[in-house]
């Protein structure tokens, strides 16, 4: 290995890394050059020994990513004590929820406000918080946001991860507007990307729910057709080091 490749740093930050998708996308970034800020509310002590026995260098946090405004605020605390040079800078916004299933007429404030809290609002504040307190590093820098085909096509009784989904998605979109133009070293490509239907603790809360399409997704999973949450995010892995990355803006890894 040259002194330049092992000069800077890959710093990757992913959003709901205690079990699913996150945790299989933890484990497949926990390669030499990388480094990792991991956080959701909860630890996985398995993917905690993992980590340490790849040498990678990981920061578990623990942290109510419904908080908005205090989830921006930790993410740029934790950048602004970053001193290594970065090679790359990526935000993965892979945390979410799929509740409240149920008909449009029983949506109710609180749990509503939570969804809309954790799947839109704080992805939002915390690419805020990326976006001012990455600058200094004048590294190329990512956004993956983890979106859903229910972003792009209605599904009955999931108004709400709908909405949400496709707020992420516009999101994403506005972020690659207002930065088109900046100079390379303000240069920022997102993607929203949808994963496919993945084989995770989210797919059996919406087997275990009540709404019109529930059968197919119960067949998908007699069926063994649910992808892994580890082949997945094998997927995503390489997906993120696409030089086209960004190209796409909304994008389905069952596309690639
Ligand atoms: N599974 C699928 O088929 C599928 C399909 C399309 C899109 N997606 C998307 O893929 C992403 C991952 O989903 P998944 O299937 O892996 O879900 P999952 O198994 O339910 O895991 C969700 C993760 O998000 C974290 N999280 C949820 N609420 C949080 C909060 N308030 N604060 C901090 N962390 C929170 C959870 O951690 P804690 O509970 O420990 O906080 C957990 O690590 C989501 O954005 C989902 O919408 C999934």
Not at 146 to 156: D, F, K, L, Q, T
Not at 166 to 187: C, H, K, T, W
């Amino acid at each position: 290995m040259t002194a330049a490749s092992t000069a800077a740093t890959h710093l990757i930050i992913i959003t709901g890394t205690s079990r699913g998708l996150g945790a299989s996308l933890t484990q497949a970034l926990l390669k030499p050059g990388n480094r990792l800020v991991c956080v959701s509310r909860s630890r996985n002590p398995e993917l905690e020994r993992a980590a340490s026995a790849s040498g990678v260098k990981v920061a578990w946090h623990l942290q109510d990513l419904s908080q908005a405004g205090p989830s921006a605020t930790w993410l740029g605390s934790v950048l602004d004590v970053v001193e290594e040079t970065l090679a790359s800078v990526t935000l993965i916004l892979n945390a979410g929820v799929i509740d409240p299933i149920g008909p449009i007429a029983n949506l109710r404030e609180p749990a509503l406000v939570q969804h809309l809290l954790t799947n839109l609002a704080t992805p939002m504040t915390m690419s805020a918080a990326f976006l001012s307190h990455t600058e200094r590093f004048g590294c190329p820098r990512k956004i993956l946001a983890i979106s859903s085909g229910a972003a792009r096509r209605p599904v009955e009784g999931w108004s709400a991860y709908c909405a949400s989904k496709a707020g992420l998605d516009m999101f994403v979109r506005s972020i690659n507007a207002e930065y088109a133009q900046a100079p390379a070293e303000r240069a920022v490509r997102a993607v929203a990307l949808a994963p496919g239907v993945v084989d995770t603790g989210m797919q059996a809360t919406i087997r275990n729910a009540d709404f019109a399409q529930v059968q197919r997704f119960r067949d998908l999973k007699d069926n063994d057709q649910l992808a892994s949450a580890d082949d997945t995010a094998q997927r995503i892995a390489a997906y993120l080091e696409r030089p086209d990355f960004g190209s796409t803006e909304l994008d389905d890894i069952r596309n690639t």
